[in-house]
């Protein structure tokens, strides 16, 4: 999601202390299952990032590279049946 587009929603803190993203959001800033994200504190305020350096399958950030627009790691690459 660039800076300008901006999009307000108003969600609730669960039991547990998830809060539920609105799909409009998610699909703004392409989260998906399983998307690692990083939380940032700013005064009153917090920011949430997607992280893209892991990898999609294991979450490692060692000996990555692009395999069909997709971070992977060498590691789950070689497991992969293709």
């Given at each position: ?33 399983k998307d ?24 490692s950030s ?21």
């Amino acid at each position: 999601m660039d800076k300008t587009n901006k999009s307000t929603s108003i969600s609730s803190i669960d039991n547990m202390g998830r809060v539920f993203i609105p799909e409009k959001i998610r699909e703004n800033m392409n989260l998906n299952y399983k998307d690692t994200v990083e939380f940032t504190i700013d005064n009153n305020n917090i920011q949430l990032k997607k992280i893209e350096n892991k990898c999609i399958f294991c979450g490692s950030s060692k000996e990555l590279f692009e395999f069909m627009d997709k971070k992977i790691c060498k590691n789950c690459f070689k497991d992969i049946d293709y």
